[in-house]
């Protein structure tokens, strides 16, 4: 059952944590974290166990890995770049990275992605006897982005979009190019250190996780170390629902970014999805409607053994930071559960 600091306001958010994570084998997910806030205040929980073999129960401190939460970091930092003068976002990443795409791609392109890279996710990465076979390779981002840039581009650069993979392990190269140094240490010391995110790392090629931590499970199997490496810029950090919460409050507040190149994540280009409906990513920054109308602003990580999340609305009147554990493996999408943990902790009225 959830330990929380329950508001009678959160009613509905405690109920559909209640529906996520209960007493019995067949629960959608061994553990959910969350922390919400809104006109009603604060309101955190965790429930489920940390640990499947030992019954350690999930706790607010516990570490998960994020996933494609990751590229919001990575954009975070390009464009702390653009307020240094050292890119300008309409501008070829060609000229940092010659020979490397295969069509003219702006570095605005690769964070609101709209290159036209092919995504080679479904190819390696999804499948999950692959992974398993691979988990604990070391993987250069060369390695990662090969199927990709080996493809002719899905479309014309600034014609579409489509999220993939690629577009920010290629960022996370152009950071590299731009500063002489990995992107890990410029994450860390234009972000982590100023904020005090001590609970979240760039862990690089170690398999391990830092303690105390929840441990991911797929179809039964604990696949909660692997490297880190097979995920690259697009992927491969770690961290706790707190310090996401402080660096979701920070990048909406102007505390990283001026309001110029914040504005970039704010802006989703007018162009079509690849799988139909509207464009709805910005610069490191997806927008979803929930029902009611609600914008909300955010990224969501899907990774092997963990399903995490930060969203808020652009005033920050309301937010919410998720963790969840899930027992099998889904697909890209948000799952229902989680679908309605946001519509209930983001939406007015729940």
């Known amino acids: ?79 702390g770049l653009v307020d240094d003068g050292l890119i300008d976002p309409d ?45 604990f390779d070391v993987f250069t981002p060369a390695q990662l982005i090969d199927l990709a840039l080996r493809e002719p581009l899905t479309f014309a650069p600034g014609t579409r979009q489509q999220i993939t993979r690629a577009n920010y392990v290629v960022a996370g190269m152009l950071v590299e190019q731009l500063t002489g140094r990995p992107y890990a240490q410029d994450i860390e010391e234009r972000i982590l250190r100023p904020l005090g995110l001590t609970a979240t790392t760039l862990p690089g090629a170690d398999p391990t996780m830092p303690a105390p931590h929840i441990r991911g499970y797929e179809n039964g199997i604990d ?7 097979i995920h690259g810029a697009a992927g491969e950090m770690i961290s706790s629902v707190p310090d996401l919460d402080r660096f979701l409050t920070a990048l909406f507040d102007g505390e990283l970014l001026t309001a110029e190149s914040l504005a970039h994540m704010f802006r989703v280009p007018d162009v079509p999805y690849v799988r ?59 799952p229902p559960t989680v679908q309605s943990l946001l519509t209930a902790a983001l939406t007015p009225g729940h």
Not at 95 to 115: I, K, M, N, Y
Not at 223 to 229: C, D, F, L, Q, R
Request: proline share 6%; charged share 20%.
């Open 276 to 334: 139909g409906g509207r464009a709805f990513c910005g610069a490191g920054l997806d927008s979803m409607v929930l029902p009611g109308g609600t914008t909300v602003w955010g990224m969501a990580g899907v990774v092997h053994g963990y399903l995490s999340g930060i969203g808020a609305t652009r005033d920050l009147e309301r937010r919410a930071v998720y963790m969840m554990s899930p027992r099998t493996r889904g697909t890209l999408r948000v």
């Open 91 to 135: 501008e070829p990443v060609e000229r940092h990275l010659p020979g490397l795409l295969q069509a003219p791609v702006t570095v605005r392109q690769l964070l609101d992605h709209t290159s036209g890279l092919a995504d080679d996710s479904d190819v390696r990465y999804n499948d999950t006897p692959w992974f398993l076979r691979h988990r």
């Open 223 to 229: 696949v909660t170390e692997h490297s880190p490496t």
């Open 1 to 79: 059952m959830p330990t929380t600091s329950l508001w009678n306001g959160w009613r509905r958010v405690n109920e559909a944590l209640e529906q996520a994570v209960g007493r019995h084998p067949d629960d959608e997910a061994t553990a959910v974290l969350l922390r919400v806030e809104g006109p009603q205040g604060p309101w955190s929980a965790a429930s489920g166990v940390a640990d499947l073999t030992t019954g350690e129960q999930a706790g607010l401190d516990h570490k998960f890995r994020i996933g494609g939460v990751t590229k919001t970091f990575v954009a975070a930092v390009v464009l």
